[in-house]
């Protein structure tokens, strides 16, 4: 169909891709962007979850140093000044003296098994704290890579509101101009105004979800106005390296932080084990004393009254030999065992929750890669049905709701499709925390697909 030549020809209207980059470069921010490991780096120092685990690593490792005292030797000095009273009657004695005393002790374990067992779990409980730690700095690498992607995210939605609102803006004025030279019914005008009443209505939203999502990643870095860099594009993904799933479970039930938290547990639960068995076994200590009396006026069999010192040393060995105790020790025993078999269980429960995770995290990142592929390919058609639509209106083959819908779906796919890349590289990290392997070295590869 040909335009007649006594009506003026429809405009034609620049393509969505256009649109958007205007409204990018409008939307450019002054403040310089920062990397995702500038902000993690921040997190780091600033995340009150991630500095609470640290501080409690400290404190882990302060307790375990404590378990040595139970080997090394004690020492203790103690001194003390008494006045004694002595009255006689037969011989007449009355008289008042002084007696200063000072004494060195020590004492040195030879064969404490209990002692030994507690120094042998401080060990393993300094390995948990290790373990403990890593989950924390595991989680805020993720949660720091969350939020960041969440602004990006939110930012990339606003900016195709944004466009879609200058499109549709576009989309109406041209209705209108139709609708006034008689072209075109008031029905094209109304549909105009109707999606852009509602483009109107989501630009809103975006704008408040992007100021809620950038609020919620300066609190976590400490940062006001933190502005993270773009995602370049096109960008090509890095795959799962290795690909198959199984060489990643193997690696996780060893590595993962979890199940060495659990395997800790369990060599301290046979630990304790063995310290309630030493309440049977006899114990054995080496004891030294020094001690010095002085009596400057005497004492009471001192006649006539002179001064004196008197010097003792003492050195020995105690031996300890427990009888019986009430079936205490008996039933301790008991205990301590069931609760060995229940660190077993928990060690079994903490490999199988690992492996499934690590599973679904890994089909997960398979899945969105897929996903990206799919809106890549969607986006090419999404853009070519909305230039057929825009030609077809132009020419009269096609009505504007026709363009206003290509206009949506062309919207909705570069949506999906940034958020689906997102996804991808955030589901690579969360597939290395469930794996156990996520290190602050992987955000490194992110950096490298980020706008300079």
Not at 26 to 33: E, F, G, K, V, Y
Not at 170 to 187: H, P, Y
Not at 274 to 292: R, W
Request: proline share 5%; aromatic share 6%.
């Amino acid at each position: 169909m040909t335009t007649p030549k006594n009506l003026p020809a429809r405009p034609v209207m620049l393509p969505l891709s256009i649109a958007i980059a205007v409204v990018l470069a409008a939307a450019a921010p002054i403040a310089r962007a920062q990397s995702l490991v500038d902000l993690y780096e921040s997190a780091r120092a600033y995340d009150a979850a991630y500095q609470s685990a640290k501080l409690q690593y400290d404190a882990n490792l302060a307790k375990a140093d404590q378990a040595k005292a139970g080997l090394l030797p004690t020492a203790s000095v103690s001194a003390g000044v008494t006045r004694t009273g002595f009255e006689n009657t037969a011989p007449q004695i009355d008289r008042s003296f002084n007696t200063q005393n000072a004494a060195l002790n020590l004492t040195q374990p030879l064969y404490r098994p209990a002692n030994w067992a507690t120094y042998e779990q401080a060990a393993k409980q300094v390995e948990q704290s290790q373990a403990q730690l890593e989950t924390a700095n595991q989680d805020l690498i993720v949660r720091t890579s969350q939020a960041y992607f969440d602004v990006l995210a939110a930012q990339d939605t606003l900016t195709f509101v944004r466009a879609q609102k200058a499109a549709v803006a576009e989309q109406l004025a041209s209705a209108k101009r139709n609708f006034e030279v008689g072209t075109s019914t008031i029905t094209d005008t109304r549909e105009a105004q109707a999606r852009y009443d509602l483009v109107i209505a989501q630009e809103i939203a975006a704008e408040n979800d992007l100021r809620v999502k950038k609020l919620a990643l300066d609190t976590l870095v400490g940062k006001p106005e933190a502005q993270p860099k773009p995602l370049l594009v096109p960008v090509t993904l890095p795959l799962i390296e290795p690909a198959d799933v199984t060489t990643w479970v193997q690696q996780s039930e060893v590595v993962h932080p979890n199940v060495r938290l659990a395997q800790s547990g369990l060599e301290i639960a046979e630990l304790e084990v063995k310290k309630a068995e030493a309440g049977h076994k006899p114990t054995l200590d080496l004891q030294a004393n020094y001690n010095v009396t002085r009596n400057p006026s005497g004492t009471a069999t001192t006649i006539p009254p002179f001064a004196f010192r008197t010097n003792t040393t003492t050195v020995g060995v105690v031996l300890n030999v427990p009888i019986f105790a009430g079936f205490a020790t008996q039933n301790r025993v008991r205990e301590t065992l069931s609760l060995r078999d229940k660190a077993q269980s928990d060690l079994e429960g903490a490999r199988r929750n690992v492996a499934q995770a690590t599973r679904t995290a890994f089909f997960g990142v398979q899945s969105g890669q897929g996903q990206v592929k799919a809106l890549e390919a969607a986006e090419l058609s999404s853009q070519s049905a909305l230039d057929a639509n825009k030609l077809g209106y132009q020419v009269g083959v096609r009505i504007n709701i026709d363009v206003l819908n290509s206009q949506s779906q062309l919207f909705q796919t570069k949506r999906d499709l940034a958020k689906a890349r997102y996804d991808v590289l955030l589901g690579d990290l969360k597939l290395r925390q469930a794996n156990g392997t996520l290190t602050p070295e992987d955000l490194q590869k992110i950096n490298a697909l980020l706008a300079k």
